[in-house]
C-alpha cells in the first residue's frame, strides 16, 4: 500500500510537470530557427532530469567526463535496462537525438514533445522506415547536433548485456563521428515492465566512458568498433558488480 501511495504522488508530480513542459517546450520550438533545434531539445531533456528528482527514493551518481562539447557531435550508445534509462541519461548536460521507437511518438503529450524536440523515429519491421531514420540522424550529425542509440534495441529482462546491432557503428563511421559509451546500472527496479509502481533505487549510476574514434577507420571495422564499444561497457559493469564479464554477458552461454 505505501508502495502504491508513494507511486500516486510521484506520478501526478510528473503529470504536473508535463503540463507545464509542453506549452512552453511549443513555444520555444516556434522560435528555434537552429537546423538541430537545439534549444527545444536541451529544454525537453531537462524535463527528464526533473522527473528523476522527484522521485525521492532513486539515488543518482554520475561520472566520467560530462564536460564534452555538445555541438561537436557524437554517436552516443547506451546499455538498456529499465524506462528509467530515459530521465537518468536526460540528467546530462548536452543536447543529443534519441532514436526511439514510432510507438513512443503517438503518446499524447510526451509523444508530442519528442516531435517538437526533433528525435527521431524508427519503425524496425519497415526498411523504408530505417532508412528514414539514417537520413535523419545524418542531418543532426551535420548541423553539430549528437544522436543517441540504445544498440541492444530493448530493455534488457535479465539486467545482462544483450547483443549489440550494428547500425550505431556504421554511421558512425561514415560520417567519421566518435562514438560515446554510457554506461548504466541500478535502474533495473526503478520502474519495472508492466508495472505502474516505482521501485527503491538506493544506487543508481552512470558513467561517461572515453570517446572511440573512428578516423581512419572504414566500412571493415564495423563490427571491430562495435566489439570494442561494448566491450567496454561490459567492463565497467564488470567493475560495478563485481562479477566475471561471463556472468553479465546475454551472449555468453
Known sequence: MKSAI???FIWSAVLGLIAIWVPVLGVVRLFDRDPAHYRTGRLFRKLGKWITKVNPEWSIHISGNTEVDDRKPFIVVSNHLSNADIPLISNLPWEMKWIAKKELFEVPLSGWMMKMAGDIPVNRRDPRSQISTLKNAVHYLRNN???MFFPEGTRSRSGKLGRFTNGAFHLAIREQVPVLPLVIDG???CLP???WKFGR??????????PILVEGL???DVDEL?????????DQLSEWRQQPTAEIDATTK
Open 201 to 210: 533505487a538506493p544506487e543508481i549510476r552512470l558513467k561517461v566512458l572515453d
Open 187 to 189: 535502474t533495473q527496479d
Open 193 to 195: 515492465k508492466n508495472s
Open 226 to 234: 562495435m566489439k570494442k564499444t561494448r566491450a567496454a561497457i561490459l
Open 218 to 220: 572504414g566500412s571493415d
Open 6 to 8: 508513494k507511486s500516486v
Open 145 to 147: 547536433c549528437s544522436v
